[in-house]
């Protein structure tokens, strides 16, 4: 009898082990590759008309617009040009410069913070950050259908000559601009030579950036705010350089949210939540080495790594108009380079948001208590009015505020229905957190996770706790096989005794 129920066990632990090591072929739907070109398309509608052929070049269709975005990239350049040294240079140009190599192991710790930021580099030096790398690799959104469709003359060249040899309508602005034009620096170049040069709109190097940023953002949340501001500095950045100008910059971050709302639902499981972890579990190992606390969270207090002991930019602009120093100026600078001064179109302010799909993804590390629905709520809380440029042809990328939506205290009512969102600019946040989440489950809310064809129901949230995502069917099917065992035995062992 021993030996049955021995071999019974075996059986009851070793088939659900097994079952949990073959995938699920019941994998929720997968998001296609977005539509650059039709998600960008307002550019094409509203401000410049690509050349046709040879006899006919581009022409300028919102003069006025298109003066705003022309004397904004000058004054953003003349600006970054200033107090340089006998080698041409500053401290703005070269973190341009470095921006410009399109590295993300070298643009991104800097968001970080300095002691946060150095771990972070030196993780990818010794190879123990390959689940990023691999992430910033990957999570990249094309520009070259896009460029092609629009075929804008960069700002550093003559303007009025067409890629395809016509001539450029610029309906009166200047064909040249006064834009200064940066050296090298080290190994780092602006790469004027080398740049496509007709095709300025929409910025490959910001939607680059903006795919890094975004995703660094969602699984580290409580920095969410500052990863977000030195993403717009690397977008901004190309303006300091002279090599685009706002409408481009504004035109890579909505394509890098596309990206990385595909990307996150498609790839939540296989790729975000193991790359997280790596990344979560890296840091706070460091920080217990160096003895800044047992956890991440603790961590980033004592380092003051959400504040003043974090991510930090003095230059100023007409856009940019504080330094950031603080979870506040980071938001309210990010939320500042979402428009570039850009007026709002009054007849076309108050339309209703509807968050597109796959956005709440990238929220899901951030507020792993909620279902799809409620952090389409925190989207809409938080996101920028209609009326702005690009906003209509981007199916609402254009108008989602990562560094808002991120790093909120949400608040729930008893049916689960998001009543408050309070944003890092209203108050002092240690991450994103929710008052009542008791009653997240209430109501039809866990429907919504299905209705969004989210692809796997594992949580892997700021909350250290969280068992990791390798784990977590394996100690479930322990735990099954072990009672399934129990149970056998029990009832064997039952059979034997009637026998006797």
């Not at 035109?251 to 979560?280: C, K, M």
Request: include cysteine; hydrophobic fraction near 40%; aromatic fraction near 6%.
């Amino acid at each position: 009898m021993l030996r049955n129920l021995s071999s019974v066990f075996a059986i009851a632990v070793c088939l659900p082990l097994a079952l949990a090591a073959v995938p699920s072929t019941a994998q929720a739907d997968q998001l296609p590759n977005p539509d650059w070109v039709s998600l960008l398309s307002d550019y094409e509608k509203d401000y410049w008309q690509a050349p046709v052929d040879a006899e006919h070049g581009g022409k300028v269709l919102d003069a006025a617009a298109m003066k705003l975005d022309e004397d904004l990239a000058v004054q953003i350049n003349h600006l970054g040009s200033e107090n340089l040294d006998d080698n041409g240079l500053n401290d703005q140009r070269k973190r341009a410069l470095i921006d410009s190599d399109l590295i993300g192991e070298e643009t991104m710790p800097d968001s970080l913070g300095p002691v946060l930021g150095k771990y972070m580099s030196e993780g990818f030096a010794q190879g123990k950050l390959n689940r990023i790398s691999d992430l910033f690799k990957f999570n990249v959104a094309s520009t070259f259908q896009s460029k092609r469709a629009a075929m804008h003359p960069r700002p550093y060249l003559n303007r009025s000559q067409s890629t395809l040899g016509g001539t450029n309508d610029l309906a009166g602005l200047p064909a040249t601009l006064d834009i200064k034009q940066s050296p090298s620096w080290l190994e780092h170049i602006p790469g004027y030579s080398t740049l496509q040069k007709n095709s300025s709109y929409p910025s490959g190097h910001t939607t680059t950036a903006y795919s890094w940023g975004i995703a660094l953002a969602g699984m580290i949340p409580e920095l969410a705010p500052q990863i977000m501001a030195r993403t717009s500095e690397a977008g901004n950045n190309r303006i300091v350089l002279g090599v685009h100008y706002p409408l481009d910059i504004m035109g890579g971050r909505i394509g890098a949210s596309a990206q990385n709302g595909q990307y996150w639902h498609n790839e939540f499981a296989s790729a975000i939540v193991p790359a997280a972890r790596q990344l979560r579990d890296y840091l706070t190992q460091r920080c217990q080495a160096d003895h800044h606390g047992d956890t991440l969270t603790d961590c980033i207090a004592n380092l003051k790594a959400d504040s003043t002991g974090g991510y930090t930019n003095s230059f100023l602009d007409p856009v940019a108009k504080e330094p950031v120093n603080s979870q506040a100026s980071a938001v309210r600078v990010y939320t500042a380079r979402m428009t570039y001064t850009f007026p709002q179109v009054p007849s076309q302010a108050g339309a209703a948001f509807e968050a597109p799909r796959g956005a709440a993804d990238v929220l899901r590390l951030a507020y792993p208590q909620l279902h799809a629905d409620q952090r389409n709520a925190i989207l809409k809380a938080t996101a920028l009015d209609s009326g702005y440029p690009l906003w209509e042809s981007s199916e609402g990328w254009q108008r989602i505020n990562w560094a808002k939506a991120l790093c909120a205290r949400v608040t729930l009512d008893r049916n689960g229905d998001v009543t408050k969102v309070e944003t890092a600019d209203q108050t002092q946040l240690s991450g994103p957190t929710v008052v009542n989440a008791q009653y997240a489950d209430n109501g039809n809310h866990p429907q919504s996770d299905t209705q969004a064809g989210e692809n796997s129901a594992i949580q892997a949230g700021p909350d250290s706790s969280v068992i990791h995502m390798v784990q977590v069917p394996a100690l479930t099917a322990v735990a099954v096989g072990t009672a399934a065992a129990v149970l056998i035995g029990l009832l064997l062992h039952l059979r034997g005794r009637r026998r006797q």
